[in-house]
């Protein structure tokens, strides 16, 4: 299978990359929230820096996924390689 047929299967390692993106993204915007509505104001540059963090696992979760569908074996470690 190659890496295009992979990505389009069903749109499994899409999906599951969204959700880690979710996933992630909830987990951190929990706190950061809290934390803003407690002092009164929400800081921007730590919520770009969350999301940032989110894109890059969605991204690492997308390769590892489409590296086990098209049996690539760069591609099965993800984005950090470990």
Sequence with gaps: ???????LLNGGPV???VKEFGRIGLIAAVPL??????EGKLDWRIIVV???IAVLKAIDKLLHEVGKESKTEGLITGLVRF
């Design 50 to 52: 969350a999301v940032a």
């Design 15 to 17: 999906i599951k990359s």
């Design 1 to 7: 299978m190659t890496i295009k047929e992979a990505l």
């Design 33 to 38: 929230v809290i934390n803003g509505l407690n």
